[in-house]
Nanobody, 126 residues
Framework: QVQLVESGGGLVQTGGSLRLSCAAS????????MGWFRQAPGMEREFVAA????????TYADSVKGRFTISRDNAKTTVSLQMNSLKSSDTAVYYC???????????????????WGQGTQVTVSS
């Protein structure tokens, strides 16, 4: 069982930045592909970004490309999502997800992730 805990959400103005982190309790994430997803009120959950377990290949939704960066720390105990140039349309609950040895293209599909965090709210005010 992998328990994921997100942190770093909050309220920020349009154009601002936030950094979300996701940590797994009691284990490293080196063998896990990690994804960030988000869900706005009344909307379906959508893919945001992912980083593969092997080699660290990253991929992004078109809506965040060039503004968001997903990364792992050197000890592979946390995965972060740096969010810059935030827009009101980025307002959502953000979830991190993990699955062991998940490969492309499944890495962008929410239903292929087994473990999920509880979510952290990001609100961008205009």
């Amino acid at each position: 069982q992998v328990q994921l805990v997100e942190s770093g959400g909050g309220l920020v103005q349009t154009g601002g930045s936030l950094r979300l982190s996701c940590a797994a309790s009691g284990r490293t994430l080196s063998s896990y592909s990690m994804g960030w997803f988000r869900q706005a009120p009344g909307m379906e959950r959508e893919f945001v970004a992912a980083i593969a377990w092997n080699g660290g290949r990253t991929t992004y939704a078109d809506s965040v490309k060039g503004r968001f960066t997903i990364s792992r720390d050197n000890a592979k105990t946390t995965v972060s999502l740096q969010m810059n140039s935030l827009k009101s349309s980025d307002t959502a609950v953000y979830y991190c997800a993990a699955n062991l040895y998940l490969e492309y293209p499944r890495i962008t599909r929410g239903y292929d992730y087994r473990y999920w965090g509880q979510g952290t709210q990001v609100t961008v005010s205009s």
